[in-house]
């Protein structure tokens, strides 16, 4: 446990036992949301504490105990810092972006499940994530954190149901590990009682932000619902720590595969040095690089853009230097919905002439 413990009422140095820090629910309720206490941590300028208040209109905060025990919130390049913290370049961007690029909003047959793609679609069960990432680019979902209501999740299965192409539900958010865990049981346990759905896949950043939510019970509650797979997202090499080794190391032993997928971020993980410690701390949990995706144009997000060319070059020292278990795909989704392009390292394709 940390020795500085920040949470929702501030800096404390010695009243958390060890138990309530690796309380999952205890994490959850003591998230700092307030500007106060972020303040109070870092001391910004008043200029910078009015744009995170103008921030925090638009766009909320939210950051465990345990995520904030990994960084210095004194230095503001700190990579784990930035992609939580609040940012005036939120609110103050110049390249525009929109709010919903990929154009989820556009392919939903009933209300938060897109159905994009032939043989699997995704559904998006909750708003609420246990930290929010500023690069996230669901932001425009941020509000009163809610789960979808039963009658929401009916309508999803029903269409799953009546739709027989659907071999696979990708389970999102949000956070789906967020929600009530008697919802979420009865929502997968519905989904697996459809006889054409193989396959369920989750995507949670909780092994990185939130380890103690992988409970034993909650193992149990997935390990019953195979195949499933767990996409997580660890953006750099601070975030795999024993906490969130020993998540995984549950996951894997209730038979659930957990895959990484990262994403291209300016300032964290935009470099060959970094991106490969990152590479080599999940192989060394057994998780496995699956996607590096190239961060959306997100309204808000232009600061952690990185140029493509960059991140190809960097792949491709990568390709030279790394081994295969470690190597991500590195993707775009293109604007409009239009699918994932791979982009592969240059000098890999055949010469002319
Ligand atoms: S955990 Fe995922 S959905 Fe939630 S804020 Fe982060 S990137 Fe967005």
Redesign the pocket.
């Known amino acids: 446990m940390a020795d500085r413990v920040v949470t929702a009422g501030g800096i404390d140095k010695a009243s958390v036992s060890f138990e309530e820090w690796n309380d999952w629910r205890w994490q959850f309720r003591n998230r700092v949301r307030s500007l106060d206490v972020l303040a109070r941590l870092s001391n910004p300028p008043s200029e910078t504490l009015a744009d995170w208040q103008e921030v925090l209109r638009h766009y909320p905060v939210a950051i465990t105990p345990y995520y904030l025990s990994l960084f210095n919130p004194d230095d503001g390049d700190d990579p784990l810092r930035m992609q939580c913290f609040p940012d005036s370049r939120e609110i103050h961007f110049s390249l525009g972006g929109v709010d919903d690029p990929l154009c989820e909003e556009r392919d939903m047959p009933v209300p938060g499940l897109i159905h994009r793609y032939p043989d699997r679609c995704l559904a998006i069960v909750t708003n609420t994530?246990a930290?929010?990432?500023r690069h996230?680019n669901?932001k425009r979902l941020w509000d009163k954190e809610k789960s979808a209501t039963r009658q929401r999740l009916q309508a999803m299965i029903d269409y799953v149901g009546r739709t027989p192409n659907l071999r696979e539900v990708i389970v999102s958010?949000?956070?789906p590990l967020m929600m009530p865990e008697a919802t979420l049981d009865w929502f997968l346990g519905s989904l697996k009682a459809i006889p054409h759905l193989e396959v369920l896949r989750i995507g949670s950043?909780v092994p990185a932000t939130l380890p103690m939510r992988i409970t034993k019970g909650l193992c149990a509650m997935l390990r019953k619902r195979r195949p499933l797979w767990l996409n997580t997202?660890f953006n750099h090499s601070r975030e795999v720590t024993p906490e969130s080794a020993k998540a995984c190391e549950m996951l894997l032993e209730a038979g659930i595969p957990v895959s990484n997928q990262s994403v291209l971020l300016k300032g964290v993980n935009d470099d060959y040095a970094s991106m490969r410690e990152l590479l080599y701390a999940l192989e060394r949990i057994s998780v496995r690089p699956y996607y590096l995706f190239q961060c959306d144009p997100v309204r808000g997000t232009d600061h952690f853009r990185t140029d493509v060319w960059r991140g190809m070059e960097m792949m491709e020292k990568l390709w030279r230097n790394v081994s295969g278990l470690c190597l991500p795909r590195y993707v775009i989704d293109s604007p409009g919905g239009r699918g994932k392009i791979p982009l592969q390292p240059f000098s890999f394709l055949p010469e002319k002439g």
């Open positions: 994530c930290v929010y990432c996230c669901r958010g949000g956070d950043r997202q």
